[in-house]
């Protein structure tokens, strides 16, 4: 129900830009957000946008390089990521909320895509 894509190999300091397409019965009324999974981590926070676009957090590191948006009529939300670091490798998933305003916690999501790898390399 939810497809992300966009992942893959970029330089330091370089941008990509995540896509995150849904159902619409999964994306209509419902707040979306973006998880990362690092090899040996855990997964973590990244960013959420709620339904209507009005409310937006981002986890600390992220903010200022770290863009979340979405587009209702085409059931897909984004992640524009710049000033990319090695420390941002992981793969990245794409979350729906079980709420119009998207939190900060995993156990606020229902559905999950099934992620896309970036790496972040030189």
């Known amino acids: 129900q939810l497809q992300a894509s966009g992942g893959g190999l970029v330089q330091p300091g370089g941008s990509l830009r995540l896509s995150c397409v849904a159902s619409?019965?999964?994306?209509?009324?419902?707040?979306m957000g973006w998880f990362r999974q690092a090899p040996g981590k855990e997964r973590e926070f990244v960013a959420a946008?709620?339904?209507?676009?009005?409310?937006?957090s981002y986890q600390d590191s992220m903010k200022g390089r770290f863009t979340i948006s979405r587009d209702n009529a085409k059931n897909t939300v984004y992640l524009q990521m710049n000033s990319l670091k090695p420390e941002d490798t992981a793969v990245y998933y794409c979350?729906?909320?079980?709420?119009?305003?998207?939190?900060?916690?995993?156990?606020?999501?229902?559905?999950w895509g099934q992620g896309t790898e970036v790496t972040v390399s030189s």
């Open positions: 979350a729906a909320s079980r709420f119009a305003v998207a939190g900060r916690s995993s156990t606020d999501y229902r559905y």
């Open positions: 619409r019965r999964t994306f209509s009324n419902n707040g």
């Open positions: 946008i709620s339904w209507t676009g009005e409310f937006i």
